[in-house]
Structures are given as C-alpha cells and as structure tokens.
C-alpha cells in the first residue's frame, strides 16, 4: 500500500492512519501493562481484587483514549494545545476549591466513579503548550530572554498550584519536563547555569516553606537510619527487600517483606521494589529493559518526524515517561528522597495510567504524522 505523501497534503485517512499505526510500540506497553497486572495481583497475594482488575478496567479505558489520541489529525492538536493547557490549569484551580483529600494533600477531584488526579494530565498538556510556542519561535527568539518569559510562566504557574496541593513530586517532575523542553527547542546553555546558579541560592529560602514533612522526606534521604522506625522506615524497608531477592528472587508471590506487609505503598510508590524482591536483579533489569525500548522508541520517532511540533511533542512525551521511571527507581532504592512519583503502567492509579497511555498516543500520533510538515502557523506546507 502506497503512503500519499508531500508537502501539499491536506489530511491522511482514517484507513491510512490505522494502517500506519505503531502497532509494535502499543505491543510494548501492553507487555510492561501486563507486568503491572502480575505485580499488582501478588500486592493482593494472589488476588485480583483490589487492585489487578481495576488496574486492567482502567488500561482498557485508556487504550480507547489512546487511539483517540492517535488518530486525531496532529493540527488539530496544535490548535488546541493552548486551551488544553488553560483547561488544565482551571482544573487545578478547583482542585484547590473542592479537590478532596487524601494522605494529607489536595489533589483528587471525586467524579463520583472517578478520582481524577489534574496535576497528571497537567504533564502532558505542558508538553502540548510549550511544543506549540517554541513550534513558532525560531532559533533567534529563542535566544532573546524576554521571548523566554511567557514558556517560563507556563511552567511556574501549574508548579506553583501543584505545590500548594502540596505535591511535590509532580511539581519537580513539571518543572524538569519544563526545562527539558527548553533545551530541546535550542535555549543556551549558559541559561540554564544561570537558573541552576540562582535556584541553589534560592534554596535556604524555600526551605523555609516547605512542609514539616517534605523537609522530613530530605533529612531521612540524607540520613535514613536515624529513626529507622519513623521517617527512615519506609526506605530502610525498600533497601532490604532489594537486598534480599538476590540475582532471582524469591519466586513470584513468595516476597516476605511485602507479604507480611513490612513494605509500604507496595500497590504504588514502592512496587518495584516488590517485584524485585520476587524476581531479583534480572527480574528488575527486565522490566528496566522494557521501559529502555518505550523511551527509544519515542526518541526514534520524534527524530523521524519532519515538523518541529511533532519532534518536541514526541521527545516531551518521552521526557516525562523518563523522568516517571527514574524518580521512582532512584526514589526506592535510596538515590533520591522519596517523592510519591510512580512507576507508569505497573503502580496502580487511574488518571496516572490514563495519562500515560495519552501520552503513547501523541507518540503515535506523531509517528502516523511524520511526514505532514506544518508550518509555523499549523497548517500544511503549500
């Protein structure tokens, strides 16, 4: 089958788009999925219910979301970059009206059959908004530090709410993807030592409005076995059930530490752990080695891709899975303090595993579209 390209091309069809659909890259989140339902039914030891079901439900909901996504010509989601965006930050406004509360933040807004979760869907709409503003800024603008303003307080003002909620884990990972996308659309280097330089002078003053806890967090980072039964409780947990599956593991449902329930957040924050535990290194490795082939993907297609909205689109997107994966390993094994950041597709949550999926799908989208040229005011090429 012959793929109509060219500059002049208006529209790809419905049939075409499916034909040219990246079914190999959905292959691999469904297999990495797979994992997290396995790991999730041995949470519950031996249990679909509560979590496993759920979880598949809910990645069942977000397959349809993700070929929406996809198939959705990517001008049109240019367009709209900018009221996604607003419709994020409105929603993370009424988080902060009549969000409800949960393990003392604010940062669910009950829909009933639903706990929907903005600072999520923030990750991926940040990427939309900025993608389209560097879309339309060329090398020079990039340069000039006023043209900087507007990208930099699309990125402050969702950091600044989620850290009212407070998150602080999701406030860092935006800021990060933020500053991802800066370097990807040709900011200098020398800004960003600039931003470094101030953000480390700034931090005896932030320090002062951090919570008690989050301030905890970074002391116990620092020195976990200081109060081993308090604060450095959950991490020493993390290192020892590492520790203890060895090269193997254990064998899948055999994990003690998570079994008897010395693990915390074993459904969540520290699930990789447990699978470690179960499988061992090569267990961990494996499931490293699946998350290393969704983010080369995402890479490789974003250098594929002929339109600058499309490459920044697909390699923000790729960003942030990164960021996701590294923050919670590194999180659970001691590296970093622990953030509540988790691990896409395997920790159960409804509107992270729905957001990762939206996110599979504009790298799809951007594979299906890689040969449209937009240019800088969203249209074809004529």
């Known amino acids: 089958m012959a793929r109509a390209t060219g500059l002049n091309q208006t529209r790809l069809p419905l049939r075409e788009k499916l034909w040219h659909f ?3 890259l959905l292959l691999l989140v469904s297999l990495t999925a797979a994992v997290g339902f396995a790991a999730l039914f041995s949470a519950a030891n031996g249990d679909w219910q509560p979590w496993a079901t759920r979880q598949m439900v809910r990645y069942a909901a977000g397959l349809s979301i993700l070929f929406a996504v996809a198939l959705i010509d990517i001008r049109i989601w240019l367009r709209w970059a900018y009221v996604i965006y607003g419709g994020g930050l409105a929603l993370l406004v009424l988080v902060e009206v009549m969000g409800s509360v949960g393990m003392g933040a604010q940062r669910w807004i009950d829909l009933g059959v639903f706990q929907l979760q903005p600072s999520e ?3 991926i709409a940040m990427v939309l908004a900025l993608a389209r503003y560097f879309h339309g800024a060329s090398l020079e603008d990039t ?3 006023l043209h900087l303003f507007v990208p930099l307080a699309m990125i402050g003002l969702p950091v600044a709410l989620v850290l009212k909620q407070p998150d602080l884990g999701t406030a860092l990972m935006l800021a990060m993807t933020g500053g991802v996308m800066f370097w990807l659309a040709g900011v200098r280097l020398w800004k960003f030592m600039l931003v470094a330089a101030a ?9 002062q409005f951090l919570h008690s806890y989050q301030r905890q967090r970074i002391l116990t980072f620092l020195n976990p076995e200081n109060d081993p039964l308090g604060a450095g409780y959950h991490i020493l947990q993390s290192k020892i059930a590492l520790g203890s599956g060895g090269l193997f593991g254990k064998g899948f449902l055999e994990g003690t530490q998570s079994h008897l329930n010395f693990l915390p957040e074993k459904q ?3 699930i990789f ?3 470690a535990e179960e499988f061992g290194l090569i267990g961990g490795l494996g499931l490293l080695g699946l998350y290393a082939l969704l983010i080369a993907y995402g890479v490789a297609v974003a250098l594929r891709c002929q339109s600058h909205f499309g490459r920044l689109v697909a ?3 790729t960003s942030t899975l990164f960021l996701y994966v590294f923050i919670n390993v590194a999180m659970v094994m001691g590296l970093l303090p622990v953030v509540g950041v988790p691990l896409p597709l395997i920790s159960y949550g409804g509107t992270a595993m729905l957001t990762v999926l939206a996110g599979f799908g504009f790298i799809i989208n951007v594979w299906i ?3 449209v040229w937009i240019n800088r005011r969203g249209g074809s090429a004529a």
């Open 121 to 123: 869907l923030m990750k």
């Open 273 to 275: 752990t447990m699978l």
């Open 199 to 207: 953000g480390a002078a700034a931090v005896p003053v932030v320090w």
């Open 369 to 371: 579209h890689r040969d």
């Open 315 to 317: 390699m923000g997107v």
């Open 22 to 24: 990246n079914w190999s």
């Open 143 to 145: 340069g000039r530090v």
């Open 268 to 270: 969540t924050d520290f």
